[in-house]
């Protein structure tokens, strides 16, 4: 059973950085993904970036318009951890953001199985 735990949000002006942290833990090789999505109120769910593999290469990696340049995924495997960094935030970019490991053969489509349970982001 894998457990996700999410943390570094918080309350930034607009222009400013933030860095989320999703710790992993009872990983298994079944997981080959990880994303992060994010839910403001009223508003769907959107997946704002999702890489695949240990090494998370870089030319397979996804990102939604919305934060395409802004945001990078990435991963510390000797620490079970999944980070992304946000950069030039915009208050559009308020919302809870949640962490997800699941599975798929591209990080576009991949299936999400295991929900942290999400940290606030707040931009003014």
């Known amino acids: 059973h894998v457990q996700l735990v999410e943390s570094g949000g918080g309350s930034v002006q607009a222009g400013g950085s933030l860095r989320l942290s999703c710790a992993a833990s009872g990983y298994t090789y079944s997981s080959n993904c990880m994303g992060w999505f994010r839910q403001a109120p009223g508003k769907e ?74 940290t606030q982001v707040t931009v003014s």
């Open 45 to 118: 769910r959107e997946g704002v970036a999702a890489a695949r593999d240990r090494n998370f290469l870089a030319a397979g990696r996804y990102y939604s318009d919305s934060v395409k340049g802004r945001f990078t995924i990435s991963r510390d495997n000797a620490k079970n951890t999944v980070y992304l960094q946000m950069n030039s935030l915009k208050p559009e970019d308020t919302a809870m953001y949640y962490c997800a490991a699941g599975s798929g053969l591209e990080a576009r489509s991949c299936t999400y199985n295991y929900w942290g349970q999400g």
